[in-house]
């Protein structure tokens, strides 16, 4: 995959060669290239921004330096048209759903705005996806770029080391995972489940199963809606409910009084329900 980001922060992009990113490409697998905006500026001063039309606070990014930039990155390659993404605020919810479709695209570029946001014409005749990364204000569309690239990174052919982790994760089958643990054995007090040292695969599977089921159930029940259960997932689910609402939110770490239980105790600090 190629990958082009344009931006007037190119040195934002750096992380992108660290790590599991890096190595894809180093690999070959996804070759990133990142462009100063500026670049495309025709003034000494190399402007990429001007005042709002109607007024208000900021500034908006120049139509342009945004067209040439894209007429020219896409000349680059004749052959093909690259995906072209756009983060913003407004955006469609970047979901795993989107990553797994980014991922099968053989290019895509990314433009990333600042101050007020890049003049809307721009979107209207470039972007084919315009992303939000979530609820929240960035200053710009450089680290929502970063998120998404490594979500998509993850996911080409190659690029993790083992390919079982990627189809395992949470979101692949609409739920979050199970709780993990290395040695040692206990840790202040705290004990690793004794299933998970039992050799008995099945009733690891089970286990995992169970707490992913709990957790999903306490701290994102949205996500229960739209998961793949089977009739076995649904039985947990019930049995669940059953339960003190105080066992489940202690047990699964559920949001209580604004911080979640994770960390300030576990189930393991807990009677077994009556
Ligand atoms: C791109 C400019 C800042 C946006 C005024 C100051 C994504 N999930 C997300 N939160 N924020 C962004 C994001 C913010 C951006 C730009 C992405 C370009 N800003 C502006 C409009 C309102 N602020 C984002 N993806």
């Known amino acids: 995959m190629r990958a082009d980001v344009v931006t007037i922060f190119p040195a934002y992009l750096e992380p ?11 690999r070959g697998t996804l070759d990133v290239r990142t462009h100063d905006l500026r670049a495309w500026t025709s003034d000494v001063h190399r402007t990429v921004d001007d005042a709002p039309y109607g007024g208000g606070p900021g500034m908006v990014m120049r139509p342009e330096p945004w067209d040439a930039a894209l007429t020219e990155i896409a000349a680059s390659d004749p052959d093909r048209r690259p995906r072209v993404v756009v983060p913003t605020p407004a955006g469609a919810p970047f ?10 695209e053989p290019w895509l570029v990314f433009c990333c705005g600042r101050y007020e946001g890049i003049d809307a014409r ?3 005749a470039w972007a084919d996806d315009e992303i939000s990364i979530g609820d929240y204000v960035l200053a710009g569309g450089e680290v929502a770029t970063l998120v998404i ?3 998509v990174a993850r996911l080409l052919p190659g690029v993790l080391g ?12 609409g739920l979050l995972e199970a709780p993990v643990y290395t040695r040692p054995q206990v840790w202040r007090g705290a004990e690793v489940p004794a299933v998970l040292r039992s050799g008995d695969h099945a009733a690891v599977a089970r286990w995992r199963r169970t707490q992913a089921l709990r957790r999903t159930l306490a701290r ?18 019930e049995a669940v409910a059953a339960e003190p609402a105080e066992h489940v939110a202690a047990t699964s770490g559920s949001v209580v009084g604004g911080a979640t ?5 576990s189930s393991m600090d807990l009677p077994d329900p009556a």
Do not use: C, K, W, Y
Not at 220 to 237: G, I, K, N, W
């Open 16 to 26: 992108l060669r660290l790590s599991l990113v890096g190595r894809a490409q180093e």
């Open 95 to 104: 979901t795993q759903s989107h990553a797994e479709e980014l991922a099968r």
């Open 122 to 124: 721009v979107i209207d």
């Open 149 to 151: 690239l490594e979500a």
């Open 162 to 173: 083992n390919s079982a982790s990627a189809a395992d994760d949470s979101f692949s089958d």
């Open 220 to 237: 994102r029940p949205d996500l229960v809606e739209h998961a793949e259960l089977s009739d076995a997932d649904r039985a947990v689910l």
């Open 261 to 265: 239980m994770v960390g300030r105790g």
